[in-house]
């Protein structure tokens, strides 16, 4: 039978995305604030636990993507939804025996590293002033949150971890890029840190189908992008993502 998987956060682009590109591959049902049309929906905040349970029955992966994905969100709101909301996530998840959470972090955990070169030069498109090779940051490169939404983040992969590592649960975290409703990249960081919306979602869909000895990991979601600083060699390795788009396409 086919895994039973639950999206939180599927109104949003990202959820409408991944929920398009997995609808005729897996029994999809939806956690959301707002009614999905045509999809299976559990009503609720993900701020409160017990309201949210029930949604997590008899599923064996979550996609987990509600999020407030503002970066001038005051605390109380980054509190609320990414703190509380994403702790009640794990922890429902866990309490109804789910094997798979894929969670999406963000570029945010370690977008700070743009203010260092050559990383400032590859966001601001100054290529003149960039060396013919650079290092790009890893899944084991220190984090450097920018604002309290990367901190957020940051908060996610260290939950994700604590729950891997002490529950019999599999957690893959996707630091994901630039995804725009346009489906091209917006200004000059976007042609280093744009992901598609088809690579999005071969990420999420090869992230579900990876096995379950795949206990944690960090993902880059970009694109393959001329200019880009984040690593996705490691993705290619651990679940075969290859990405189908890329930024300098639409120069």
């Not at 994403?86 to 977008?111: C, D, H, L, M, Q």
Request: aromatic share 8%; proline share 5%; with cysteine.
């Amino acid at each position: 039978m086919p895994q039973k998987v639950l999206i939180t956060g599927m109104s949003g682009l990202i959820g409408g995305v991944v929920r398009r590109h997995l609808e005729d591959r897996y029994p999809l049902i939806a956690l959301n604030r707002r009614a999905v049309p045509e999809i299976e929906c559990h009503l609720a905040d993900i701020a409160d636990l017990e309201a949210i349970q029930p949604a997590f029955v008899e599923v064996d992966t979550v996609v987990h993507l509600a999020a407030l994905a503002r970066g001038d969100a005051p605390f109380d709101a980054i509190l609320h939804h990414n703190i509380i909301g994403t702790y009640n996530v794990f922890e429902a998840a866990r309490r109804a025996g789910v094997k798979r959470i894929i969670a999406a972090s963000s570029g945010s955990a370690v977008s700070n590293w743009e203010r260092d070169m050559p990383y400032q030069a590859l966001v601001q498109g100054r290529y003149d002033e960039t060396p013919s090779t650079w290092e790009k940051l890893n899944h084991e490169t220190p984090v450097r949150p920018s604002g309290l939404y990367g901190c957020s983040k940051v908060w996610l992969e260290a939950l994700g971890r604590h729950f891997s590592d002490t529950f019999d649960l599999s957690v893959i975290c996707l630091r994901i890029g630039a995804v725009n409703q346009e489906d091209k990249p917006r200004d000059a960081r976007q042609f280093s840190v744009w992901c598609s919306q088809r690579d999005i979602a071969q990420m999420v869909e090869r992230c579900i189908a990876a096995p379950l000895s795949l206990r944690y990991e960090i993902f880059f979601a970009v694109s393959d992008n001329k200019w880009s600083y984040r690593d996705v060699e490691h993705a290619r390795k651990q679940v075969g993502y290859e990405p189908l788009d890329a930024a300098e396409a639409h120069r």
